[in-house]
C-alpha cells in the first residue's frame, strides 16, 4: 500500500516531535507520495528539509540528496542521526576505504539517505555504483543552483540534471529552493521535467523578520552600538570584501567584542574553527564574506547586518533571512552607501561575464538599490521581485515603522536645509549642501561662490556629518529629492513637501531614531530558561556539537512555558521526538522537576517565599494553572489553593488549551450539546456569549460555551489555511 500523508504526519511526530506539518510541507509531501517530481519554493527557516527527510522514512528504497557545499553534509547527517534517522554522505573528505564501507551499506539498505554534491555523478564510477543503488528518490537541494540566470550557478548541476534524467528507472525528482524569480523557477523546472502544477509556492515573506535599511557614513560606529545594546543576541555580519572583513573584525575585536571572521583567505581550518564557534554561541558575531554562505543553519541567528550593498536582492534575501530560523524574531539590517553601488557596478565590469550576462547583472544591480531607497514596505518590494503579488504589508520594516511610528519634528532645521538648497539653485549634491550649512573653509565653495549665500554657516553648531545624516531622514521622507541614484554626483532638490514647509504651510516630520532594535524577543519568564539553555550548553560542550542541535530555544521556551515533569509531557512539547526524549528527557526533566517544586503553589515542598525562593509571578498565571489541574487537582481545589474565583481557573485552562496545552474537553463540554454550541457559535459570533446562551437550551452552562469558544478557536489554529498551489 502507497504511503500517506498521515503516515507521514505520524513520522515526522516520531522522530521530530512536531505535530503536524506547516501548510506548505503537507502540500509538497502530498504531491511527492502521490508519485509526482514536485518543486517546492520556501523560504528560508520554512522547513524544507522536513520535505524529503520524512518521504525517505516512508519510500522503501534510498533517498539521494544533492547538497552543494561538502563542509556541512557532516552536520547535516549528525543531525538526522539525532533524529534516529539513518543517513549517510560520500564526499572528498573520505578516504577510498570508508567510501567502499559506506557504499557497501548503502547497498545492505542500511540507510534511508544519503547526502552527496553534485560533482559527485560526474565520476564515472560512482555513476556506475549510483544505477545500482535503489533509488526512490533523488531531491535537489538550492535547486536554484541549476539556472544561469541565478545567484549561485554551479555548472555541475546541470550535468547532475543530465545524469539522473538518464538513469535507466529514473527516480522521483525534487527540486527545492528557497529563492526563484520566475525565470529561474522556470529553468528549474524545463530542466528537471516537473510539471507547471507540480510546482508548490510557499509566501516569500517571513513574519519573523525585520528589515531595516541604513544609509550609513560611520558603518562601525553604528555596527558597535547596536552589538553593545543587546550582547545577549548573536548574528552575522556581511562585508563584501575579505579586506573590509579584515578591518570590522579588527576594529570590533579592540572594542572588545567577542567576534569571530570567516572569508575564502582563510584557510580551511581557520573557518571551520570560526564557523564551529559561531555555531557554539562562543562569539557574539561573525564578520563574514558571502563564503560564508548556504545551509548554515545556526537556527538562533538574531540579526544579519550587510556592511554593503549586495550585488542582488536574491542574495540578500537569501543571506539575511539566516536570521531567525527558529521563527523567533530577527533583525535584518541593510547599510549602505552609495560608493557600495559604484564599488559592485566596476566588479561587475571587471568580471569575465559575457556582455549579456553583465547587463543582467547591472539589472539586478539597480533592483538592489531601488530596494535600498524603498520607502514602502521592504518585503513587499521582496517579495514582488519573487513574483508575488499580491503581498501584504508587514508593519515591521523600517518604512512600515515609519508610517505608523513615532515621528521627530525637525521643522526649525529643515527650513535651515531647506533654504540653502535653494539658494543653491538645486545644482549640488549632499557633500557641497553639508559644506556651505556647516561654513566650510573648502577652496570649492569660494569657487562657486557658495561662501557668498547668507545660508553660508547657520549649521555650524552641527557637524557636517549630522547636517548629512539629518538631509538622509529628510530624503527618506521625500521632502528632499535626489536625482538618480545610480549617478556618480547626484544632486539635491526640494519636493513640493518641501516648499509647503518653506511657506509655513506644514511641519517637517522625520522618523524618529533608534526604529530599530524594539526589543524583538521579549526575555522568557522565568529563570528555568537560563537554567535550561546553561544545562544544553553542558550536553552540547560534552558532545562537541552546537547547543541548538540538541533544541532550539524555542523548544526550551515551551518547555518554559508548559512545564513538563513526566516523560509524556515531554515529548508533547514540539520538538522533542522519540531520539531525543531517550537521549536528553532525563537530565532535562530533573531541572524542570526542580523548578516546579521549587515554585508551584499549593506544593507542599514549596519553601516559604524569602529572597532565595524564585518568584512565582514569572511562570504566567494561567499555565500555573494548568500545571496544578495536570498535576490532578480539581478546579475548585485550585480555585481554593490560589485564592482566585472558579471562573477565573476555568477561562486560564481554556486559554491553555487554546494555546495548545494539552485539555481534555469533553470534562467542560458535555458531548451530548457540543455540536449544537458549535452551531450556535459559528451562527451568532464568538464575540458576545449572552445571545449563545440565549439561543440553547437551559441546562447549557456559561462554562461550557466558553470551553467550546477556546476549542473552536484552538482548531481553528491548528488547522492549515486552505490555500491552492501557485
Ligand atoms: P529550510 O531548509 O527551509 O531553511 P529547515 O529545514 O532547516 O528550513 O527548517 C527550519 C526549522 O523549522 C528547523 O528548526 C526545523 O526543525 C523546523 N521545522 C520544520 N518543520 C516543522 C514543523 N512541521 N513544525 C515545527 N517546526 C518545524
Ligand atoms: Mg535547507
Not at 541549476?146 to 546541470?158: E, K, L, N, T, V
Not at 545610480?486 to 513637501?497: D, G, H, N, S
Not at 494539552?662 to 464575540?687: K, V, Y
Amino acid at each position: 500500500m502507497l504511503p500517506t500523508l498521515a503516515d507521514a504526519e505520524r513520522m515526522l511526530r516520531k522522530h521530530f516531535g512536531y505535530p503536524s506539518f506547516r501548510p506548505g510541507q503537507r502540500r509538497i509531501i502530498e504531491s511527492l507520495l502521490a508519485g509526482r517530481d514536485t518543486m517546492g519554493i520556501m523560504p528560508t527557516g520554512g522547513g524544507k528539509s522536513v520535505c524529503y527527510q520524512i518521504p525517505a522514512l516512508l519510500f522503501p528504497g534510498i533517498t539521494v540528496v544533492i547538497s552543494p557545499l561538502i563542509s556541512l553534509m557532516k552536520d547535516q547527517v549528525d543531525r538526522l542521526l539525532l533524529h534516529g534517522i539513518p543517513a549517510t554522505f560520500l564526499n572528498s573528505t573520505l578516504s577510498p576505504e570508508e567510501a567502499d564501507e559506506r557504499i557497501r551499506r548503502l547497498m545492505a539498505g542500511e540507510y534511508k539517505l544519503l547526502y552527496i554534491a553534485p560533482e559527485r555523478l560526474e565520476s564515472e564510477r560512482f555513476h556506475t555504483i549510483f544505477q545500482r543503488l535503489p533509488v526512490d528518490l533523488v531531491t535537489v537541494d538550492e535547486a536554484h543552483c541549476i539556472s544561469q540566470w541565478g545567484h549561485d550557478f554551479r555548472p555541475s548541476y546541470r550535468t547532475m540534471a543530465e545524469k539522473i534524467l538518464g538513469l535507466p528507472k529514473k527516480p522521483l525528482i525534487m527540486a527545492l529552493t528557497a529563492t526563484a524569480t520566475p525565470d529561474v523557477r522556470e529553468d528549474i523546472t524545463s530542466l528537471l521535467g516537473i510539471p507547471r502544477d507540480a510546482v508548490h509556492t510557499m509566501p516569500v515573506r517571513r513574519n519573523n523578520l525585520s528589515f531595516f535599511v541604513r544609509r550609513e557614513e560611520d558603518r562601525t560606529a553604528f555596527i558597535r552600538s547596536r552589538l553593545a545594546r543587546s550582547p545577549d543576541k548573536t548574528g552575522i555580519i556581511y562585508c563584501s570584501t575579505r579586506k573590509e572583513v579584515d578591518k570590522l573584525y579588527t576594529a570590533l575585536q579592540s572594542a572588545g567584542v567577542a567576534a569571530a571572521r570567516y572569508h575564502a583567505g582563510m584557510d580551511e581550518r581557520e573557518r571551520e574553527h570560526a564557523q564551529e564557534r559561531f555555531a557554539r554561541d562562543q562569539v557574539q558575531v561573525i564578520v563574514a564574506t558571502n563564503a560564508f554562505g548556504m545551509g548554515i543553519d545556526k537556527s538562533n541567528v538574531r540579526f544579519v547586518i550587510h556592511h554593503n550593498l549586495p550585488r542582488n536582492l536574491e542574495s540578500y534575501y537569501q543571506e539575511a533571512g539566516r536570521a531567525g530560523r527558529d521563527g523567533e524574531p530577527g533583525e535584518c539590517i541593510l547599510l549602505w552607501n552609495p560608493g557600495d553601488m559604484v564599488i559592485q557596478r566596476h566588479l561587475i565590469d571587471q568580471s569575465g561575464l559575457s556582455p549579456e550576462r553583465k547587463e543582467l547583472e547591472r539589472d539586478k544591480l539597480r533592483c538592489m538599490v531601488r530596494y535600498a531607497v524603498h520607502t514602502d514596505c521592504l518585503q513587499v518590494f521582496i517579495a514582488r521581485y519573487f513574483g508575488e503579488e499580491e503581498a501584504e504589508p508587514c508593519g515591521l520594516c523600517g518604512p512600515c515603522r515609519s508610517v505608523h511610528g513615532e515621528k521627530e519634528d525637525v521643522t526649525g532645521e529643515a527650513l535651515k536645509i531647506f533654504s540653502c538648497v535653494k539658494r543653491m539653485g538645486e545644482r549640488f549634491g549632499l557633500t557641497l549642501l553639508s559644506k556651505t550649512l556647516r561654513g566650510s573653509k573648502n577652496i570649492r565653495l569660494k569657487q562657486f561662490g557658495l561662501d557668498r549665500l547668507s545660508t553660508y554657516g547657520i549649521m555650524n553648531d552641527r557637524t557636517e556629518k549630522e547636517i548629512r545624516h539629518l538631509c538622509h531622514r529628510l530624503l527618506a521622507e521625500g521632502y528632499l529629492a535626489q536625482t538618480d541614484e545610480e549617478e556618480l554626483y547626484p544632486t539635491i532638490r526640494l519636493t513640493a513637501k518641501a516648499v509647503d514647509v518653506l511657506k509655513g504651510k506644514r511641519r517637517a516630520l522625520v522618523a524618529a531614531e533608534e526604529t530599530h532594535g524594539r526589543e524583538s524577543s521579549e526575555r522568557p519568564e522565568s529563570g528555568l530558561y537560563d537554567i535550561l539553555r546553561e544545562l544544553r550548553k553542558e550536553i552540547a560542550e560534552r558532545e562537541q556539537i552546537p547547543p541548538y542541535v540538541i533544541f532550539h530555544d524555542s523548544t526550551l521556551r515551551e518547555m518554559c512555558r508548559r512545564l513538563p515533569v513526566t516523560p509524556e509531557q515531554f515529548r508533547a512539547i514540539p520538538g522533542v521526538g522519540e531520539a531525543k526524549l531517550a537521549r536528553y528527557g532525563q537530565p532535562f526533566l530533573d531541572k524542570i522537576r526542580t523548578f516546579v517544586r521549587e515554585t508551584a503553589p499549593g506544593s507542599p515542598r514549596r519553601p516559604k517565599p524569602g529572597p532565595s525562593s524564585r518568584p512565582e509571578a514569572k511562570v504566567p498565571t494561567h499555565v500555573i494553572t494548568w500545571n496544578m489541574w495536570r498535576d490532578g487537582k480539581s478546579v475548585e481545589e485550585i480555585a481554593r489553593l490560589r485564592n482566585l474565583k472558579r471562573g477565573t481557573i476555568e477561562d486560564h485552562l481554556f486559554r491553555c488549551g487554546m494555546e495548545g496545552f494539552p485539555l481534555d474537553w469533553s470534562t467542560f463540554i458535555p458531548a451530548e450539546h457540543e455540536a449544537r454550541i458549535m452551531q450556535a457559535i459559528e451562527r451568532l459570533g464568538a464575540h458576545k456569549l449572552r445571545p449563545i446562551k440565549e439561543a440553547l437550551p437551559e441546562e447549557v452552562s456559561y462554562m461550557a460555551i466558553k470551553a467550546a469558544v477556546a476549542k473552536r478557536e484552538m482548531l481553528l489554529r491548528s488547522k492549515p489555511p486552505v490555500t491552492g498551489s501557485r
